[in-house]
């Protein structure tokens, strides 16, 4: 994400980097999905300075609340300041044809960033993986994350067998592990 804020100090480029920054440190910091992400729209966000969420609408059109954190929030807050009055319709994201964003050109952003930022691997889903990865590394539990992460069952509790899939530790972590229990 450093790499990504640097991309916000180029003025000529601003009002187009701003958009596309907000699009993905909302994936980032919220762990959803890239058609979650193609259908918000202005009416499922609020904010302010101090708290903040979405509602998303996930697979089967099942609806969840996303608290936003602070460092999403202020992203956001740019973005409106600079896109809100000129956005086609009632969608967050919109694009050059039309009132909402789609999966493929989001997929095509990323894909730009992926190249000009030098970051092999980054994908729309790649995102969603990083953000669930970060609350369980960071001791949220498994339920919160899944709840999180629009891992349901159908009566409505997490699924956390789902979720296991996406925080599956990187080799460093396992290291890391190993060492604490080390006798040095």
């Known amino acids: 994400m450093l790499k990504l804020r640097l991309l916000l100090g180029n003025q000529k480029q601003y009002r187009k980097v701003i958009r596309e920054y907000a699009m993905i440190a909302l994936m980032y910091f919220t762990g959803i999905r890239v058609e979650e992400l193609c259908h918000i729209k202005l009416t499922d966000i609020q904010i302010n300075e101090r708290s903040g969420w979405i509602y998303v609408y996930g697979k089967e059109n099942k609806q969840r609340k996303i608290d936003l954190n602070k460092s999403i929030r202020k992203i956001l807050f740019q973005y409106l300041k600079e896109y809100k009055g000129s956005l086609k319709g009632p969608y967050l994201f ?91």
Do not use: F
């Not at 190249?115 to 339920?143: D, F, I």
């Not at 159908?154 to 925080?167: C, K, Q, S």
């Open 94 to 184: 919109d694009s050059q044809r039309s009132e909402q964003v789609t999966t493929r050109a989001m997929q095509h952003v990323i894909k730009k960033y992926e190249r000009r930022l030098n970051m092999p691997n980054l994908t729309c889903h790649a995102l969603r993986h990083t953000c669930l990865h970060n609350l369980v590394k960071e001791g949220v539990p498994l339920s919160t994350v899944a709840e999180i992460a629009g891992h349901l069952k159908t009566d409505g509790t997490p699924n956390v067998d789902m979720t296991l899939r996406y925080i599956k530790p990187s080799e460093e972590e396992k290291a890391n592990a190993m060492e604490l229990i080390s006798w040095d």
